[in-house]
């Protein structure tokens, strides 16, 4: 697929770098990144060093020095905003909060490029458990059909972290009969999805602090990358 369509090869890596700085900034910080922050203060973390009382004194000494005169020097201009061509290729991002920080870093990656248009059509609070609040698979034709991208971009499940009605029943999250009901929802919006054979990039859901938060998540984007495999699309694990 990545060879057939080149720009996908781009687009990953922008996506790769700007969810790996949106997992940093948003709740979903991956515990590793967690722990490297906290191993300095903002004190070493601004002026080096490992908090010795060699450093303090160093930090002393930099308080004592003259502060430089504030420069009178005019603020360069805004740059130009890039017109978009009339038949810029369109990326359609769909999904939860996360593919909403996806969305900005796309459009920041690209905001010269006047050949690419990025279309955010996400909704922060959504999943695919709770399709009484948002239906994907409801929307998601009337969506692509008005926007005709040239690829689909989707992150999704940070929300589905929760109790599925099967057959009137409440199925507990991770359950047999819940991860059925999970793919056989996840299977029906990539048919959606790959109805026009549009190129499919699907990102999967960053680890999490808590371990069993981060179970949950392996367990989610181990079916997303089946179905989307199979599907002929490319599943991005982050």
């Known amino acids: 697929m990545l060879d057939r369509f080149p720009v996908l090869r781009l687009m990953a890596i922008v996506l790769i770098a700007s969810m ?14 967690q722990e490297r922050v906290e191993r300095k203060s903002f004190l070493q973390l601004l002026f080096g060093g490992s908090g010795s009382s060699s450093n303090k004194s160093n930090t002393a000494r930099t308080s004592r020095v003259k502060k430089p005169t504030r420069s009178t020097k005019a603020a360069p201009p805004p740059e130009p905003e890039i017109e978009k061509l009339e038949n810029a290729r369109k990326i359609l991002v769909l999904g939860d909060f996360l593919a909403n920080g996806a969305a900005d870093g796309l459009n920041a990656a690209f905001s010269k490029a006047p050949g690419v248009v990025v279309v955010d059509r996400t ?62 929802r996840t299977q029906q919006l990539i048919g959606l999805l790959r109805t026009r054979n549009t190129p499919l990039l699907w990102i999967g859901l960053p680890a999490f602090k808590s371990p069993s938060m981060t179970t949950d998540v392996v367990a989610l984007n181990g079916v997303y990358r089946k179905l989307v495999e199979k599907a002929g699309g490319e599943f991005i694990d982050i």
């Open 123 to 184: 909704n922060g609070s959504s999943g695919l458990v709770r399709d009484d609040y948002y239906n994907w698979p409801q929307e998601t034709p009337g969506i692509v059909a008005e926007v005709q991208p040239s690829i689909i971009v989707v992150q999704i499940g940070s929300n589905d972290r929760q109790q599925l009605m099967v057959d009137g029943e409440r199925e507990a999250v991770r359950s047999v009969n819940w991860l059925a009901e999970y793919e056989r």
């Open 20 to 33: 790996a700085g949106l997992a940093i900034l948003q709740a979903a910080t991956p515990a590793a990144a």
